[in-house]
Nanobody
């Protein structure tokens, strides 16, 4: 069974930094595009950043210049470095994998982690 597990969330003051991690575990051969989404209370889940297998990246306008997405394919892990955090960044952050190819030839699509809370407040 394949799982995505996020970590690294917490409470931080405005202007501070956090680094989120999302590790995929299970019978994995490779993972395609991975992404971070976030959802604030009463709002829809929005894309924050995504990264392809070859590390091509895309960011939401609201986080450009402040957040950096990266990945370690050997460790099946994606990261989100968040700098200069603002109160409006407060949300539950979710990791997503568009497609996970298993070692036995199966492909799992659109897999999500359980989310990690990020709160930016003084």
């Amino acid at each position: 069974q394949v799982q995505l597990v996020e970590s690294g969330g917490g409470l931080v003051q405005p202007g501070g930094s956090l680094r989120l991690s999302c590790a995929a575990s299970g019978n994995i051969f490779s993972i395609g595009t991975m992404a971070w989404y976030r959802q604030a209370p009463g709002s829809q889940r929005d894309l924050v950043a995504r990264i392809s297998f070859v590390s091509a990246t895309h960011y939401a306008d609201s986080v450009k210049g402040r957040f950096t997405i990266s990945r370690d394919n050997a460790a099946n892990t994606v990261f989100l470095q968040m700098n200069n955090l603002k109160p409006e960044d407060t949300a539950v952050y979710y990791c997503n994998a568009a497609a996970i190819m298993s070692r036995d030839g199966l492909t799992l699509y659109d897999r999500w982690g359980q989310g990690t809370q990020v709160t930016v407040s003084s």
